[in-house]
């Protein structure tokens, strides 16, 4: 997962395969006030199947599927990230959670210099003010994670 300020860059060749099909999502967190807004955006972009069953159990298990897209690599921008549920705490963190769950979920490829290369990145866009905080929270959900 990277964060990035708004108006900024994340590091290209550590999101974008050397080869290979890549399907690129762009949602916008101002437009995720409450759950039922997230999954709306993640089902409309994301082309979640009908079966989505609209709760996070749900959301978790198609974002580490995502096999409908026939893509090799996936590519997640969430524009305004540090608004995404911001008025509800506990979705808030579920919604992280969910995100880094299953970018570790995915494998890894090796690519020709060794670098490895996720088959799910997952790029978060925030004002410059809030990355501290963004990447606090992050921190936190991942050392309870393990």
């Not at 974008?16 to 759950?35: F, H, I, Q, W």
């Not at 570790?104 to 501290?132: F, H, M, N």
């Amino acid at each position: 997962m990277h964060i990035v300020t708004t108006g900024g860059s994340a590091p290209i060749d550590e999101i974008l395969p050397t080869s290979g099909s890549v399907y690129v999502a762009r949602l916008n967190g101002e437009g995720m006030p409450d759950e039922m807004s997230t999954f709306q955006q993640f089902w409309e972009l994301l082309k979640f199947p009908d079966y989505f069953g609209w709760n996070w159990n749900a959301f978790h298990d198609c974002l580490r599927d995502l096999q409908w897209l026939s893509s090799d690599h996936h590519v997640l921008i969430i524009d305004s990230a540090e608004i995404a549920l911001s008025e509800d705490d506990d979705a808030r963190d579920e919604f992280f959670r969910s995100l880094w769950r299953a970018g570790q979920r995915w494998s890894y490829v090796k690519r020709p210099e060794g670098v490895t290369l996720s088959k799910l990145s997952i790029v978060l866009s925030c004002d410059k003010g809030a990355v501290s905080a963004l990447a606090s929270r992050l921190r936190g959900l991942q050392e309870r994670l393990g």
